[in-house]
Every structure is written in structure tokens, then in C-alpha cells.
């Protein structure tokens, strides 16, 4: 379409395009304003927790799932040293697997995140 | 008065964990930031942003480590 | 003013350990709350549901859905337990909004309890139906055999792990933002007993954020219920399938 404009009219091509630009847009204009309305409209009757709000649950999940990690870690150290009376060692060696096991737990409720159809 | 050297020991070894915050905020930005650059790439580097928090927050962890230790096992 | 007293527990009658405290009041309320909307807007059952049944129908369809996606229909066999800790949370949550009330979520010990109620299961049901089998669950296929202590050790941390991520994630949320609401509740009187009438003028801005974070408050009390539901599904459903 444009191109036939810019081919067929080479002496006052403003015109006319500039009054179909402007019908286009009235157009264009109208048809976004529709489409909005008919989204929000979906968006308000949906009986399922918004995406934001989704997002929200998963973020507090995740921050809490490795401080958990940490703190058995770390508690499991602590009765083993009071048990055993191994000093510093079961302190230690128990926090950083309790770390590890944090971003485990990290890992496992962000692949939970995606549902395997979702995506390939 | 030895008591009172630990704690405050402690709570000086807390502040690393200010840095590894620090450091994890700026991962999380970075990500936020190229992801919004690029959404289509940006499922795939998840794996490599989990990494990043690991190995950052793993220095933080050290610092828990040393309050702790000052706390409980010294 | 002191914004901790409101959690205080306080024997209404009895006394020692077996004493009826507010926050006993307060479940009880809440379970009784349930039974009766349940009862009262069930009771009917028309075919064209009216508000209430709506409502009782609303929340089972959405319990039902969050156990079948993450638990599969296996998992529907658990349904009474997980609606039973939905509702129960839920309601309890939103009972501590309404003000000089007492919120039962905000104690450490009763979301522990209920976080070892689901662990319990889990442990109880996954030995029944698997036998030894479910203590695959510790180890994943395909690793060395020198590194599997290593793995194991993190394995069965990753799974203690699992009722105290489950307790505090409700007990922290519930606590620090009643904490919240009742400090910046706390601003507004201050303000107008310091200041008189200039203090009026400015406590309107304390006053705008306690009402938004009434609002927030609301989100977060149905939020920690949903949470706290599709995690007692994710666990049910490492008892029904182990060995991922």
C-alpha cells in the first residue's frame, strides 16, 4: 500500500497520504482502545491468582527455602560438636553442606517453577 | 572481658554478609537487566544465574561461619 | 505502644500448661468459623449456586486444582488434609487482621506443629506405600560412588529442612507485618500527643501507610495460605512418587 503511494504520486504526495495516515491511526487508535478494554476485562474474571501475584508467592519460597538450608545446616553442626565434642569441626563442615543444600532447595523450587510442557 | 572480644568479633564478621548482599543484589540487577534486553535468552542463563548467587552468597556464608564460630565453638 | 504485646498469650481460664489461653480461643474460632460457612453454604445445594455456595464451592475447586497439577490424581486422596490446612491458615490469618484480635499464624510453635503434621505424613505415608524404596528419595541415580556420603549428607539436610522453611516462611510473614502495621499505627498517636494540631497535619502520612499496608497485610495473609497449600501438595507428592 505504501508503496504504490510513494510510486504513483511523485508531485504531492503529503496529501493524500497524510489524510489516510491520520484515518489509520483514528482507526488503529480505536481498535487498541477495544482490544485494552476486552483484556482487562479477562484479566479482573479470572479465577486464578494474577501473575504478579504468583511471582510474589515465588519470591518469598525462595528466599526462605535457603535460609532453612543454612539453619538445619547449621543446628545439625552445632548438636554434633555439643555431642561428640569435636570443637569447631561439626560447625564447620555441617553449615556448608547446609549451604549447599540451600541452593539445592533453591534449585529444586525454581525447575519446579517451569512445568515440563511449558516450554520445548 | 574475653566474652566481650567475641562478641564484638562477631558482629564485626557480620558485615562481610553486607558485601555478599551486595553482590547478590548486583547478579540479580545484571540478570533483570539483560533479561529485559534480551527475554528470549533469558530461561536459558537461569542455570548460570543460580551459579553466580551460589558462589557470591558462598562468601557470605563464610562470614556466618566465622560469627558463628567466634559465637559457639571458640 | 509496645508493638510485641499484641502476640502475648494469656490463660483465659485454667492454669499451667493446660490452660485456655486467647490463642486457643482463637483456633477455636477459626475452626468453628469454617465448619459453620462450610455447613451453612453447602446445606442447600442448588443447583444454581447462590453467593455463599459460590464461595464454598470457589475454594474446593481451587484446593482440588492445586492438588491435581502438583500432586497428580494420586494426590486427591490427601485432599481433606491439604483443604483442612488451607482453610485453617487462611481463616486464621484473616482473623488476625481484624483488629484487637489475637493471630494464631504469628507463633512459631503452632506453624511448626502444623509443618510436622505434613512431614509426619509424608515420612508415615511414603514407608507404607514404598517400603525401603522411599529412602531413594536420599539417593539420586547416576552418581559416583565416592561422592555418594557427600550427596546423601546434603540430601537428608535438603529434607530437615523442609518443615522449618514451611514454619517460619508463615510464622516471619505474619509476625513482622503485624509488627509493621502496629509501629506505623503507633507513629500516628505519638504524633498527635507530641505535636497537637501540627502532629494531626503530618499523621496523615503514618496513617496512608497503615491503611496500604492494611491492604498488603490482606494479600499476604491469603498469599502464606496458598504457599503453605502448594507446598504441603509438593512434599505429598515425593511420598506418593519417590525417585523423582
Given at each position: 500500500?505504501s508503496?504504490?503511494?510513494?510510486q504513483?504520486?511523485?508531485g ?10 491520520s484515518e ?5 487508535d ?6 485494552q478494554?476486552?483484556?482487562t476485562?479477562?484479566?479482573e ?24 538450608g543454612v ?6 553442626g552445632?548438636?554434633?560438636?555439643w ?16 549451604f ?21 | ?24 543484589g ?5 540478570y ?12 536459558g ?30 | 505502644m509496645?508493638?510485641i ?10 492454669e499451667?500448661t493446660?490452660a485456655?489461653?486467647n ?13 459453620l ?15 455463599w455456595?459460590?464461595l ?10 492445586t492438588v ?8 486427591m ?11 485453617f ?14 493471630t ?12 510436622m503434621?505434613v512431614?509426619?505424613t ?57 509488627i509493621?502495621l ?18 494531626g ?11 496500604a499496608?492494611?491492604?498488603l ?5 491469603f ?10 501438595c ?8 519417590p525417585?523423582?
Open positions: 500500500m508503496d504504490k503511494d510513494t504513483g504520486r511523485g504531492t504526495p503529503q496529501d493524500p497520504s497524510g489524510g489516510d495516515f489509520r491511526l483514528r482507526r488503529l480505536t481498535a487498541l482502545k477495544k482490544a478494554a476486552d483484556r476485562d479477562g484479566d474474571h479470572s479465577p486464578r491468582p494474577s501473575k504478579s501475584v504468583e511471582g510474589m508467592a515465588q519470591a518469598l519460597r525462595l528466599a526462605s527455602e535457603f535460609a532453612a539453619i538445619v545446616g547449621g543446628g545439625i552445632w548438636v554434633f560438636d555431642a561428640f565434642g569435636l570443637s569447631p569441626w561439626g560447625l564447620i563442615v555441617f553449615l556448608l553442606l547446609g549447599v543444600a540451600g541452593v539445592l532447595n533453591i534449585l529444586r523450587s525454581s525447575g519446579l517453577m517451569k512445568k515440563p510442557g511449558e516450554r520445548e | 572481658m574475653e566474652a566481650l572480644g567475641q562478641y564484638i568479633g562477631a558482629g564485626l564478621a557480620t558485615l562481610g554478609m553486607g558485601g555478599a548482599a551486595i553482590g547478590v548486583n547478579i540479580f540487577a545484571q533483570l537487566a539483560g533479561a529485559l534486553r534480551n527475554p528470549s535468552a533469558a530461561d542463563q537461569f542455570a548460570r544465574l543460580i551459579f553466580g548467587f551460589a558462589v557470591t552468597e558462598a562468601l557470605g556464608i563464610f562470614s556466618l561461619l566465622v560469627a558463628l564460630l567466634l559465637l559457639f565453638a571458640v | 509496645d508493638p504485646h499484641q502476640f502475648a498469650i494469656t490463660p483465659l481460664f485454667g499451667g493446660f485456655f489461653t490463642s486457643s480461643l482463637f483456633m477455636v474460632l477459626t475452626v468453628l468459623t469454617i465448619t460457612f462450610l455447613i451453612l453454604a453447602t446445606g442447600r445445594g442448588a443447583l444454581v449456586p447462590g453467593r455456595q459460590s464454598a464451592e470457589l475454594s474446593y475447586e481451587f484446593v482440588a486444582n491435581r497439577q502438583s500432586a497428580g490424581n494420586d494426590g486422596r490427601f485432599f481433606p488434609l491439604v483443604f483442612s490446612l488451607f482453610m491458615v487462611l481463616v486464621a490469618n484473616l482473623f488476625g487482621m481484624i483488629p484487637y484480635s489475637f494464631v499464624t504469628s507463633h512459631i510453635i503452632v506453624t511448626f506443629a502444623l509443618a503434621l512431614i509426619t509424608v515420612i508415615l505415608y511414603g514407608f507404607w506405600k514404598n517400603g525401603l524404596h522411599f529412602l531413594h528419595l536420599f539417593v539420586p541415580s547416576g552418581i559416583p560412588v565416592f561422592l555418594l556420603p557427600l550427596v546423601v549428607a546434603i540430601e537428608v539436610i535438603s529434607f530437615l529442612s523442609r518443615p522449618i522453611s514451611l514454619s517460619v516462611r508463615l510464622f516471619a510473614n505474619m509476625l513482622a507485618g503485624h509493621t502496629k509501629v506505623f499505627a503507633g507513629f500516628v498517636v505519638q504524633l498527635v500527643a507530641a505535636l497537637g494540631a501540627l502532629g497535619v503530618l499523621a496523615i502520612l503514618p496513617l496512608g501507610m497503615a491503611v499496608l492494611q491492604g497485610e490482606f494479600l499476604v495473609a498469599l502464606q495460605a496458598y504457599v503453605f497449600t502448594i507446598l504441603t509438593i512434599y505429598l507428592n515425593d511420598a506418593i512418587h525417585g523423582h
